[in-house]
């Protein structure tokens, strides 16, 4: 049945038209700049001084662990230096090596499932793949070059998996292994297609792959797919690009999450069938209008598709593993974990292949009624590939491709804010921010206003707009605290510059290339040395006088207003041992666990100091806020009420009820705490800030 699958030279010639259109349409993306991401990551491609195999061992970014991707950038780094020209180039080609093993991938399961016009099928889908609009952005953005290596690769395991089947040797389905683990580390939502593999064995017959090894294959590559998913989910979450805490409704809520997966693939199936406008920056909301009935429309639409392929997957079952790879291939963007940004084009690359996969079956059915419908699938190309050429276009530059999101939706206006400013053009930039925060209470206006006045030396001035976008939401993000810490070590104020360069490092948000943590221990280290003298004198008096409560207890709170949290769990535990009914000890030794993400032995300490104090509110929010970390929200809400209980003026406490029914999505409640804690707040501009951007997305 597999027969053999080495192409007629008309069908050649079609795959060589396909590869050359798709060259002419996306040449102008050769003269493109670096943007985005790109210049974050322009260091690491331009390094001399990295080993090439240490890529395989670390995270070379610092925020994602996709060496295969790494190290041909770096190459690209040393053949091209800083030449944007060279790494488009090489985006390019590797884009056309893609076309051509998602070609013959098309023409094997073609073979396998209906074994005729094999050529047909493969040519159309292969062109709505190559041309469809949103791949403008895998192929011009060079840091999304991931989504193309990842479908290379795949691509190329099946084929080879397809050989070995087919000529029954081993060889070459232990090479599809390998090709699979290279897709794996160019990008984590490869990890679809061992269950779209399970599907196509599912309409192989027994007697072209017996059912011993369809299930030891099957089997191979799902264990493979297993140790991937976790290493990445593993990744993601300790470079904070998992992270709840970037304001987003219901983030900690099963039934949210689920209804947004549930919408997800909608969205961009509205893309696939009218891809303009096109934006870089989306902004996704479940928010407007009754998500609940769009949620279960949508639900009961996949359902009934599902139901729908099952019917007829005998009669069609190259359109059942179509929609099956786009329903599949969508699952592990469906942001089921809370990732920024929600929804973009690159994300749905491989998407792209099961819709166009199912517009070459509609064409091949519509041909026998007549031409008209591939006149109109021409067109419709045609069409297209202007689109892909103009939108190329807006990858120029930095600038014009926020230009052409901000024409799109005015929300992303801090994109083009940030590009302004990193191109020099802080006047126009601060316009921009400044029209950010009217709209949205964004804090990076207040940040960049402090950034251009620290840069004439109005630290003071600095500090207070620094400290204002802290309260606006900068709060959980490190550049933020960078800022104001080394505002105020110009000032001299070295404590309060510490206690900045410490919440750097304690702040889990993401931080290319470790810049923003490399600064603040560097800063951390110069405080430090000024205070080693104070350092010592504590030392050598807790040593004179081991039996000193006192003595035990003025180290370890010095050291642990240093940020040395170790030395200082120490020095508690010795003065616990001295006197453990002292509530405060018991405090400050939960502080400690907290700083150190060890959330429950923070609670036991916690928990023993208000034993010792029940009145205690601030005992009480922190275990709160543990208990918050660890997806403890029932439990966080008990102990934010109980804090309020004692003290019903007790704004945190307000804010934290608000923010956890935020997290869990629970609007009514939210809105409830959030208006409790903006009158606790009262004239405090710094408290009030605080809740303007929750109550923003809950209007």
Known sequence: ?????????????????????????????????????????VPLWLSQNLDLSSVFLVKANSVEYLPVRDLTLILDGRLWGSRPFGYHLTNLILYLAALAAFYYMIRNLALLTVGAEKDFIAFWTTLVFALHPLHVEAVSFVSARNNILAGLFLFLSFNVLMAGVRRRANIPIFLSVLLFIAALFSKASAVFYPFFMGMVFFFVPDSVIPVRKKVVIFLMFLVLDIGGAWMHLAN????????????????????????????????????????????????????????????????????????????????????????????????????????????????????????????????????????????????????????????????????????????????????????????????EALVQFKQ???????????????????????????????????????????????DLAEAYEKLGRNTQALEHYLKVIDTNSVDFMGRYERKAKEGIVRIRNHFSPKVEELRLQAEREPASFRAQWELAFFLQSL?????????????????????????????????????????????????????????????????????????????????????????????????????????????????????????????????????????
Not at 5 to 32: E, F
Not at 636 to 651: C, N, S, V
């Open 236 to 427: 993601a979450s300790t470079a904070a690009v998992l992270n709840e805490n970037y304001l987003r409704f219901g983030s900690g809520s099963a039934g949210l999450v689920a209804a947004k997966a549930l919408h997800i693939p909608f969205f961009y199936l509205g893309k696939l069938l009218l891809p303009y406008p096109l934006s870089f920056d989306y902004h996704f909301s479940l928010l407007s209008g009754n998500y609940i009935i769009r949620s279960v429309l949508a639900g009961t639409a996949v359902v009934g598709v599902f139901l729908l392929l099952w019917i007829r997957r005998k009669r069609y079952p190259l359109a059942v593993l179509g929609i099956a790879w786009y329903f599949l291939s969508l699952g592990p963007v469906l942001n089921i974990f809370p990732t920024t940004p929600v929804v973009a084009e690159r994300y749905a690359y491989f998407a792209v292949a099961g819709f166009g996969l199912v517009c070459a079956l509609v064409l091949r059915e519509s041909q026998k009624r007549g031409k008209g419908f591939l006149y109109a699938a021409v067109a419709v190309l045609m069409v297209w590939s202007g689109i892909d050429f103009a939108r190329n276009r807006d990858w120029r530059t930095d600038i014009s491709l926020w230009e052409s999101a901000v024409s799109v939706d005015p929300e992303s206006r801090k994109g083009l804010a940030e590009a302004l400013w990193d191109r020099g053009r802080h006047e």
């Open 1 to 41: 049945m597999l027969g053999h699958i080495n192409p007629k030279p008309a069908a050649l010639k079609g795959l060589i038209l396909i590869l050359v259109v798709t060259g002419v349409v996306y040449i102008n993306s050769l003269a493109n700049d670096f943007v985005a991401d790109d210049w974050a990551l």
């Open 436 to 482: 950010l925060r009217d709209s949205s209470g964004d804090f990076r206006y207040s940040q960049h206003m402090g950034k251009y006045l620290f840069r004439s030396g109005r630290y003071e001035k600095a500090i207070a707009f620094y400290s204002k976008a802290l309260a606006e939401g900068g709060d959980a993000w490190k550049e933020p605290h960078l």
């Open 563 to 699: 940020g040395m949290f170790d030395e200082a769990e120490r020095a508690y535990t010795g003065a616990l041992q001295l006197y453990p009914s002292s509530w405060e000890a018991w405090y400050n030794l939960g502080l400690t666990y907290m700083k150190r993400g060890r959330w429950k032995e923070a609670v036991d300490g916690l928990d023993r100091s208000l034993a010792l104090n029940p009145q205690n509110r601030d005992a009480l929010n922190n275990i709160g806020i543990c208990s918050m970390a660890m997806k403890k929200h029932d439990l966080a809400i008990k102990y934010y009420e109980q804090a309020l209980e004692r003290d019903p003026g007790f704004f945190f406490a307000a804010f934290n009820l608000g923010r956890v029914y935020f997290i869990i999505g629970n609007s009514e409640q939210a809105k409830k705490y959030f208006s409790t804690a903006k009158r606790l707040a009262g004239e405090n501009q710094e408290l009030q800030i605080r809740i303007d951007p929750y109550l923003a997305q809950l209007r």
